[in-house]
């Protein structure tokens, strides 16, 4: 609790979940004091446990006399005043009146809100810096005060110059450095691989504050790793020399009392060398590192690191065990040719000797990774083009009908087949995305002009089409008229003619009576005899009526 | 982080693993401005046609207001409505006086949504010429008489 853990500098204040105003100031202790409840990486939320404004679990929560419930901060916000007091403060969700400033109209929320947001389960706050604790949110912070491994904690190590070094450093280095210190003034040596910063105290016998700076020089002066292990094991009679004159040290009584003191309580009682202090890599690799960074140096980045090859047990730096692999000849690999179809399974030697001259997969591999990279390419140029079909469909849907669009599917089909046609000449080529939209405008606007121009065709080819018609049945009407009028023409005429002729024949007739009666009298009657009716009848004519007319 | 920071990640987290039907998430730049895509089909005045909105936040918000108006883009035209400007500008009380923190990009866009599906007037607000002609950069920035509810 609080107020009793005050007992060494690093103490972890619990949360005050609404002290955001502390955020601010990002010294050490903040980072490790403050669990900053709304930014945890929460696990399981109900919805109904998510503030409304915020979105996030509640930290603090308040009600409103209308029943909501908000965290404070954000009820505290959303109530604000406005500064010329024009906008009554309401209820963010009922828009109710309300007045932060009155105790009737918001307060905190019933208890049991409260615990069940601080039950819900979340990451550790250092979670990005590799720890995978989990827990209740209130039980965080307890973690990270006491346990979290890759909490930030003041270093608090003797630097080389004997000064205390304040850099934060994940908690682990500290415990570690911690827990060597204790092994060795209890037992006179450390379980874990020795260090320089302990023959501080193999040097100088008793240590207290006052003799740091002997320590830390005397530190100095041994530093290879053959000497440290020599004092550890090779001389046991220095080490109970050590143990002899520190037995009589308060520290030692203290350690010895209770067996398994928490490293966490001896940050007055041991002093520990500065772990950012910067020493030669101990495999000799010639990168300078700091207990903090060794772990990393040695997994990853330690050119001295050997690690015997699996295989053919070849001792190979770790940064380079993979480029061994790629050449170890002991090693187990499938034939070079096994993603087309060979099982041969051996080690390398065998498959360069033997099975190389043999596989028939490998003898196609040349043609065979041709037609792969044939098929991709086809496949990235099906991409392209379905992505263009895809456009183009789209933009054939939304074009504005015209009324007889639908006659023409048959026809505007063939208009799209054209346009694959002419993005296909395209498709090896990487289309930029922007050409794609603007060609596809530019498209798309063809095809509407196209459908509008084949409209106006359309339109006019059933226009002249009524045109002839009418045309057609007007000069019908007129030929028949024309026809008509002919044919009476050409009655008339043979009437006329008739008449010429009977006036012709009365008139030679009259002449030749004159001179020649007799024959004249007969003509004459050998018309009547013939046709004397005719000749009555003559003005009754048909013909001789439409004359008239 | 400050509220505004956190509620907004917290928004495009869960625009991202998906938006309800009808809305798109076209960009959501650096968290001070996004573009979102709107599409009314249930209402035949704004069928097929896709309407561009831009939402930006005041380091204030949710507290404050964000700024929503339509913007126009290639294809992406102003819809016709008696409350939305020519200029993109939208009379909604939510967007104005009626705000609430408890409101979100995705309420808003519901809202927005909502207003052109009810809506049956193809018109511009009666007022529209002269707004255009004096309208502030953004419609937050003025102050509309929020009159008819019908719509």
């Known amino acids: ?549 | 982080m400050d509220i505004c920071k956190r509620r907004l990640m917290k928004e495009l987290s869960t625009a991202e693993k998906g938006l309800p039907s009808g809305l798109t998430l076209v960009s959501a730049n650096d968290l001070t401005s996004w573009y979102i895509d709107i599409t009314v089909d249930s209402n035949s005045l704004y069928q097929g046609q896709i309407y561009r909105l831009m939402f930006m936040y005041s380091p204030n918000y949710p507290m404050k207001v964000p700024n929503v108006q339509f913007v126009p883009d290639e294809n992406r035209p102003i819809p016709i409505h008696p409350h939305i400007y020519a200029n993109g500008h939208i009379c909604l009380d939510i967007l104005g006086d009626g705000w609430t923190p408890v409101q979100n990009t995705v309420s808003v866009c519901l809202s927005i949504q909502s207003m052109l599906a009810g809506n049956h007037t193809n018109e511009r607000p009666p007022d529209n010429d002269s707004y255009v002609r004096s309208a502030p950069k953004y419609a937050q920035d003025s102050r509309f008489i929020y009159h008819d509810d019908s719509v």
């Open chain 1, 1 to 549: 609790m609080p107020e009793t853990e005050t007992y060494h500098s690093e103490t972890i204040y619990p949360v005050i979940a609404s002290d955001i105003a502390m955020q601010g100031t990002k010294t050490i202790d903040s980072l490790n004091r403050l669990v900053d409840y709304s930014s945890l990486d929460y696990i399981d939320v109900p919805g109904h446990l998510l503030c409304p404004i915020c979105q996030y679990p509640f930290v603090n929560p308040y009600t409103t006399k209308c029943g909501h419930t908000f965290c404070k901060e954000c009820l505290i916000q959303a109530l604000e005043p406005n500064v010329d007091l024009s906008v009554e403060c309401r209820c963010p969700i009922d828009r109710r009146p309300l007045n932060r400033d009155y105790v009737e109209d918001i307060f905190p929320a019933p208890k049991i809100i409260s615990n069940m947001v601080n039950d819900l389960v979340a990451y550790c706050p250092n979670k990005s810096r590799g720890c995978q604790f989990q827990d209740q949110r209130w039980l965080l912070q307890r973690h990270i005060k006491d346990v979290c491994d890759y909490a930030l904690i003041s270093c608090g190590g003797i630097k080389e110059d004997g000064s205390v070094c304040s850099q934060p450093t994940h908690r682990k280095f500290i415990m570690e450095e911690r827990r060597i210190q204790r092994d060795y003034l209890l037992y006179g040596y450390s379980m874990l691989p020795p260090t320089n910063a302990r023959l501080m105290y193999g040097s100088s016998n008793i240590h207290t504050k006052n003799n740091i700076k002997d320590s830390a020089s005397s530190s100095e002066s041994v530093e290879t790793k053959d000497k440290s292990n020599s004092l550890k094991f090779d001389q046991p009679s220095k080490n109970n020399l050590h143990l002899n004159a520190i037995k009589d040290t308060k520290l030692y009584q203290k350690l010895a009392s209770q067996d398994d003191m928490p490293l966490l309580e001896l940050q007055e009682d041991i002093q520990i060398p500065c772990v950012h202090q910067e020493s030669d890599c101990a495999n000799g690799c010639g990168i300078k590192i700091t207990k903090a960074t060794k772990e990393a140096h040695n997994n990853i980045g330690c050119t001295k690191v050997m690690l015997s090859c699996e295989y053919c047990e070849l001792q190979v730096a770790k940064p380079k065990l993979n480029l061994h692999f790629e050449q170890c000849p002991e090693m187990t690999i499938s034939c070079s040719a096994k993603a087309y179809g060979c099982t041969w399974i051996g080690i390398r030697r065998d498959l360069e000797a033997e099975h190389q001259s043999k596989c028939h997969f490998i003898a196609m591999v040349p043609f065979l990774s041709k037609q792969d990279k044939k098929i991709e390419l086809l496949e990235k140029e099906n991409k392209s083009l379905r992505y263009h079909l895809d456009n183009i469909s789209q933009s054939l849907a939304n074009l504005p009908s015209f009324g007889n669009i639908n006659r023409n599917d048959s026809v505007s089909s063939d208009s799209t087949t054209y346009s694959i046609e002419t993005t296909e000449s395209l498709g090896a080529l990487p289309v930029l995305p922007v050409d794609l939209s603007m060609t596809n405008a530019s498209i798309s606007h063809m095809l509407m002009e196209n459908d509008r121009l084949r409209a106006d065709l359309d339109h006019l080819t059933t226009s002249l089409a009524e045109l002839e018609m009418k045309q057609n049945t007007l000069f019908m009407q007129e030929n028949f008229r024309n026809q008509e009028v002919m044919h009476s023409i050409k009655g008339m005429i043979n009437t006329l003619r008739q008449q010429i002729h009977y006036i012709l024949l009365e008139h030679r007739a009259f002449t030749t009576n004159s001179s020649n009666p007799v024959h004249i009298i007969n003509q004459s009657s050998k018309v009547a005899s013939t046709n004397p009716e005719l000749l009555r009848r003559r003005l009754s004519d048909i013909t001789r009526q439409d004359v008239k007319l």
